[in-house]
């Protein structure tokens, strides 16, 4: 993934000087798990919605493999990219596995259900992230902490080329964080998170991002 020059705003008039993000540069190679970090408001999570084409660029482009995101349909992004957000439903009518299984349904044809090789697929991600055991418990009666686990599974189970995570440690504990950092880490793949916890950053990422101002400053 590679965001070059990468200006956005909320408002297309924005004039260039006053955009939310400006000259955005990030890159994220094969297999390096990647922070960014820095101040509120400084722009993190509005970057990232911009790598998984939520927020679409008013200048600079947003690329995979070369070619811009834009120009690929929402099917192949899907079955490429997984993205674990801060934010999750609070009455979300699905059982823990129900929403691990909804990270195979990119790889899926509409007149095909899960297969046995999808199923083994979530019961890994759901091992993964220790949930297995609850796997059948409703969502909506989790912790904040689990809930962020489960589509951590979800995310898993799509099995990404990237990986995309805004703050993944909120509601976690510190046993829970450290081993979801290590678990990214352990993966292989591509990985980009917007992190608070300097030390955890230092301490897990490959190479950081530091942004201020809706700009990166280191």
């Excluded at 993000?21 to 722009?43: C, W």
């Excluded at 008013?58 to 490429?80: C, N, T, V, Y």
């Excluded at 095909?112 to 949930?131: C, E, F, K, N, T």
């Excluded at 904040?144 to 504990?173: C, S, V, Y």
Aim: charged letters at 20%.
């Amino acid at each position: 993934m590679e965001l070059c020059g990468l200006d956005w705003s909320p408002d297309a008039a924005t004039a260039p000087e006053a955009r939310l993000l400006r000259g955005i540069a990030l890159t994220v190679r094969p297999g390096e798990f990647v922070g960014v970090i820095g101040p509120n408001g400084s722009g993190k999570t509005s970057t990232l919605r911009c790598a998984f084409r939520f927020n679409k660029p008013l200048a600079g482009e947003a690329k995979l493999d070369g070619a811009d995101i834009w120009g690929q349909s929402a099917a192949s992004f899907a079955r490429r990219v997984a993205v674990v957000l801060q934010e999750f439903p609070e009455d979300f009518g699905l059982t823990v596995r129900e929403v691990a299984d909804m990270g195979r349904i990119p790889h899926q044809s509409l007149l095909r259900g899960g297969s046995a090789a999808d199923h083994a697929i979530v019961d890994d991600a759901l091992a993964q992230v220790g949930l297995a055991a609850q796997q059948h418990q409703p969502f909506a009666t989790l912790s904040g902490g689990e809930k962020q686990r489960a589509l951590l599974a979800r995310a898993l189970a799509q099995r990404p080329e990237l990986l995309i995570l805004d703050e993944p440690t909120n509601h976690l504990d510190l046993r829970h964080q450290l081993s979801l950092l290590r678990l990214v880490r352990r993966l292989g793949i591509a990985a980009v998170a917007t992190l608070h916890d300097l030390n955890l950053a230092a301490a897990f990422c490959h190479r950081l991002y530091a942004l201020k101002a809706g700009r990166v400053v280191a």
